[in-house]
């Protein structure tokens, strides 16, 4: 519920503070005191209309902030929204000091506040809220039904956009199978797995490897014995035999030719050895083209089913069920078709059981409201909810089979017609406040606020209103902009709104009253004079009686 409201710079309101209780709150004041102001900037507050008339003349920015508390928060146990209009016309919105658009505020107040003003009471009366309110009234057993209708109805649509799919054209089709079977045997013929493309870039980086050490060894060995006159043994064995010839006329050489003959056998035995390393590498550069030719393939599949192999996998299991599918179609609309007249009929059935539900509901409902405008002077008027089904064939099968409308007959002998069609504005007060009576109980809202329900009615009946307001603040937080002097006498909280001129500039306050404050208010709500002595005594006996009512 709404714990404290801070108004800034709001129309004539400069500054107040607004702490709001259970139960039954009135507001009160002087005509053109500003009654309406409070509810205008709660509107304003919740997510309503921003206009450049809110802000204060000279202010250059007015705030209306809102503190709700209590056990309706899902979440916390105090949520502070406030809502802002600086001199641009620019609007903002917060939520626990967080910015956030008006439409998430209002998808956190809809549940929390709901206003009722003689502008805009007419919305409870337009046949888009009829349903929702006598489904609200009907709780769990026609939701129940309806979630049976709806679930049935969702299978429904999905079989009826199949088979509006299986019907398109034959040549559509046809030219899709094809398409889909040269796919799925491209990709199936190329018999892809995962990671492949990896170990064949592995593959060639290795067998390039070897062939590089094969390359370099054979140089080697080119080099050192090679048929070339110019190779190392064959340059050493020309050294070796001058050496010889040398060592005729030298015994120096002869320690030399030893060294020589000693550097000719291990050059003799690197050769081999050489050799013998070349002989066991597997040289085979035909792998290389293999599989930059097995590369290439795989490449030109993702170029055209995917950014890589296992999106290329995933492209071909796809396209195999959907070809398998369309291979199966005959087979699929048989079934789909049976299936959509089975669903069919339990549509119908279920579209029967919730309007059996629905119609006892109405009827209970409609007692009910009849039995609250008896009690608000509105005994000769009949109210009817009317539950009427709609058409459920092939052609036409509606998300929620039934339409619901309140009717209402004035006066005796009149015919029943749509409520927004006859209902004067004192009507529409009583009717709405019959409504949420009967509804109380079932509405999930936390606080209503009326803005002057009781325009146009006087007499027993505001006393009887004052009696409807009292009953639905048993379940829930409610605020009443009211000239009612009944109906400030059955609140729990008085607020009295005031206006006065203070340096060439009009105020409006907001303040709680009691004891003898009330009791004057209340007796100028009766008389227009909050002196007179008969007045004074009167509202006494008002509020001392609010328990008695």
Request: proline share 2%; aromatic share 4%.
């Amino acid at each position: 519920m709404i714990h404290r409201v801070e108004i800034d710079n709001f129309a004539l309101v400069e500054h107040t503070g607004v702490s709001f209780g259970a139960g039954l709150t009135v507001l009160s004041g002087e005509t053109g005191a500003g009654k309406s102001i409070v509810v205008d900037a709660l509107e304003f507050a919740i997510g309503g209309r921003s206009d450049r008339s809110m802000l204060r003349a000279g202010a250059e920015e007015a705030v209306v902030s809102i503190l709700f508390s209590g056990q309706d928060l899902e979440q916390e146990d105090e949520i502070i929204i406030s809502r802002g209009l600086r001199d641009n016309n620019r609007s903002y919105a917060k939520i626990n000091g967080h910015l956030v658009t008006v439409s998430e505020l209002r998808s956190i107040t809809e549940p929390l506040v709901a206003i009722h003003s003689q502008s805009d009471q007419q919305s409870i009366f337009s046949e888009s809220v009829h349903k929702a309110l006598l489904d609200a009234f009907g709780g769990s057993s026609v939701a129940r039904a309806l979630a049976i209708y709806f679930s049935q109805y969702e299978e429904y649509k999905s079989i009826e956009k199949r088979l509006s799919e299986l019907f398109q054209d034959p040549e559509t089709r046809d030219r899709r199978r094809g398409i889909l079977r040269y796919q799925v045997e491209e990709i199936e013929n190329a018999e892809v797995v995962p990671g492949e493309e990896e170990q064949l870039l592995k593959k060639i980086r290795t067998v390039s490897a070897v062939i590089e050490i094969a390359t370099y060894i054979g140089q080697a060995m080119n080099e050192l014995s090679g048929d070339d006159e110019h190779s190392a043994q064959a340059q050493l064995s020309r050294a070796i035999a001058n050496m010889h010839a040398a060592s005729k006329h030298s015994s120096y050489m002869k320690d030399v030719l030893e060294r020589a003959e000693s550097l000719r056998h291990d050059l003799t035995e690197i050769v081999v050895d050489l050799e013998r390393v070349y002989d066991r590498l597997d040289v085979r550069p035909e792998e290389i083209e293999r599989a930059n030719t097995r590369l290439t393939q795989l490449r030109r599949l993702q170029d055209k089913y995917g950014d890589n192999l296992n999106a290329v996998i995933e492209y071909g299991q796809k396209a195999r069920h959907e070809l398998d599918r369309l291979d199966r179609t005959e087979e699929e609309l048989a079934f789909l078709t049976d299936r959509r007249n089975e669903l069919l009929a339990a549509l119908r059935h279920s579209a029967d059981q919730l309007l059996s539900i629905r119609n006892d509901c109405a009827a209970k409902l409609s007692k009910s409201i009849n039995a609250e405008l008896a009690d608000l002077n509105m005994k000769n008027a009949s109210f009817e909810v009317s539950v009427e089904a709609l058409d459920l064939n092939e052609d036409c099968v509606p998300s929620d089979p039934h339409a619901v409308r309140f009717k209402i007959a004035p006066n005796p002998g009149e015919p029943l017609m749509p409520l927004i069609s006859i209902i004067s504005g004192g009507e529409a007060s009583r009717v709405l406040l019959a409504i949420k009576t009967v509804l109380a109980s079932v509405d999930h809202v936390s606080t209503l606020i009326f803005d002057e329900i009781d325009t146009g009615i006087s007499g027993k009946t505001t006393t009887m209103i004052a009696r409807k307001l009292i009953s639905i603040a048993k379940h829930c937080q409610v605020i009443c902009v009211t000239h009612s002097a009944q109906i400030a006498a059955a609140a729990d909280r008085h607020l009295l709104i005031g206006k006065y001129v203070e340096g060439g500039r009009t105020r409006t306050t907001v303040q709680e009253i009691d004891g003898e404050d009330r009791v004057m208010e209340v007796a100028r709500l009766l008389s227009g004079r909050p002196n007179d002595e008969a007045s004074r005594l009167l509202a006494l006996r008002l509020i001392e009686a609010k328990n008695d009512l």
